[in-house]
């Protein structure tokens, strides 16, 4: 960053256009004080855009039951669903960094249920895996990083323990909550995750776990002091009428879909499309 006494700022910490992002550069920038970007991807036309574009990371969400399966939550997302789509994501993406969230029921009972699943991510091209939950995941982290998988935890609001949460709440307010969060962040860091996504957390308590830890704090609906920000990619699209609260439309390619699919509908009864230089002559 520039200071007083230089008006330059240092090169950036993480990699040229055209070079991957890695794990190294993620603590870098964490460091240096750059802000990493972070977007959901399920599919591979969406993720060559993305990437493109310049964003640091792709997570292949879960989420992708509630956005892309019409799910009610991400509870029912299988570990082959998540397969697939990691396939897809990695397959179009040279920059940024994928990571892949390990579904429900797939790491659970434990260090050897999830390395089996995280094995799957990683054969499937992620760079590493996401999973929810603080302290009791500390042995299963651990495990996963000693096995050269790199793991991003996930503590606040949790979607996929939201039937024990209550419903989509904001965690951690209150003394015993946030010491429990800070507590937890400090159990997976030690235990060897890579970054910590912050999800639905007082911007305050996010900013006290983000100067607490020496890995990156991703946040979502945590305030502007983490490290990283992630959206879902449809709320950061404008894809849809509704959106959380914590996110913001950066555009409207929901209504230009819309439109486009009207014109092309048009198009076609009126019989302007095909024209003649869109068929073949014999």
Known sequence: MATMDSPYAPPSALPPAGKPVR??????AKAQGERL???????????????AAGTDMLLVGDSIGNVMLGHGSTLPVTLDEMA????????????????????FGTYEAGPAQALESAVRLVKAGANAVKL??????AATVRALSDAGIPVVGHLGFTPQSVNM??????????EA????????ASALAGAGAIALVLEMVPQDLAAAVTGALDIPTIGIGAG???????????????????????????????????????????AVRDGSFPSAKESFAS
């Open 37 to 51: 970007t972070m977007l959901t991807a399920y599919d591979a036309v969406t993720a060559s855009i993305l990437d």
């Open 23 to 28: 794990v190294h550069h993620l603590a870098a």
């Open 165 to 174: 949460l209550g419903g989509f709440r904001v965690q951690g307010r209150g």
């Open 132 to 137: 929810e939950g603080g302290a009791p995941r």
């Open 224 to 266: 502007a002091g983490c490290d990283a920000q992630v959206l879902v990619w449809t709320d950061m699209a404008g894809m849809t009428e509704w959106k959380p609260r914590f996110a913001r439309a950066f555009g409207e390619v929901g209504a230009a879909l819309r439109q486009a699919a009207e014109d092309f509908n048009s």
């Open 84 to 103: 697939v789509a990691t396939r897809a994501v990695a397959t179009a993406t040279t920059r940024a960094l994928v990571v892949a969230d390990l579904p």
């Open 177 to 184: 909550a946030s010491q429990a969060l800070l507590a937890g």
